[in-house]
């Protein structure tokens, strides 16, 4: 697990407000997929980013989501607007062949 | 898409204990992961294995692929054992699909 690196930890916001949480994969990683753990449930795919290209959201949530993975930097994913409902932790994961989380970003939407 | 059960879903043992985790899986995978989530959140790697057994300390996992299924055991807990471990299994390079979960409490 070590190497994949996420922040903030947490993060406070007001409904309407923006989220933006980001992502450093570890080293030689080019393969970046988000998930959201909701309370007392598993964690759901979001999408799965290589750089500069987006190949799988077909877990993102249609409106108010975005998630980019630049050549240089982080990935972000953005969350635009946010409601109650979005209070979750949001994963990060990156691979090769295995799958190694980040601790995960604590998003509470006052 | 793909689906996992895991069971059971709550498991309470006195320290010292042995347990078996299962996980099933209804179609073909060549990825199988094992998690745990401690009680702080955090996903620990426990074990990669589409197919076959492994070993680490404590914890074994056996995969049989052509059954849908794996085992995760766990021998002698410790009170550090507790927490919620996950199955999450894929096909290809692509997204995993996560288990509900098996949460377990070790009693000191």
């Known amino acids: 697990n070590a190497g994949v690196m996420q922040n903030p930890r947490h993060l406070v916001r007001r409904r309407g407000q923006e989220a933006r949480l980001r992502c450093s994969p570890m080293?030689?990683?080019?393969?970046v997929y988000w998930y959201r753990q909701l309370p007392e449930e598993g964690l759901k795919f979001m999408v799965y980013?290589?750089?500069?290209?987006?190949?799988?959201e077909s877990g993102m949530p249609k409106e108010r989501f975005s998630a980019e993975f630049p050549k240089e930097g982080p990935s972000i994913l953005r969350i635009q607007q946010v409601v109650r409902g979005d209070s979750a932790a949001y994963f990060c994961?990156?691979?090769?062949?295995?799958?190694?989380f980040g601790p995960g970003t604590r998003l509470l939407v006052l | 898409g793909i689906q996992v059960e895991q069971s059971p879903p709550d498991l309470i043992l006195q320290e010292g204990a042995n347990s078996t985790l299962r996980c099933n899986f209804s179609?073909?995978?060549?990825?199988l992961q094992w998690f745990h989530q401690n009680p702080w959140g955090q996903l620990i790697n426990l074990f990669y294995?589409?197919?076959g057994t492994k070993q680490n300390g404590r914890l074994s996992a056996t995969t049989v692929a052509t059954e849908r299924y794996s085992l995760l055991y766990i021998s002698s807990s410790q009170t550090t054992d507790s927490g919620v471990y996950f199955c999450?299994?894929?096909?290809?390079?692509?997204?995993?699909?996560f288990g509900t979960g098996t949460r377990l409490t070790i009693i000191p």
């Open positions: 999450a299994v894929s096909f290809g390079n692509e997204k995993l699909t």
């Open positions: 994961a990156s691979a090769q062949e295995t799958q190694y």
């Open positions: 980013l290589q750089k500069e290209n987006i190949i799988d």
């Open positions: 294995i589409p197919s």
């Open positions: 179609d073909s995978v060549n990825n």
């Open positions: 080293k030689g990683h080019s393969h």
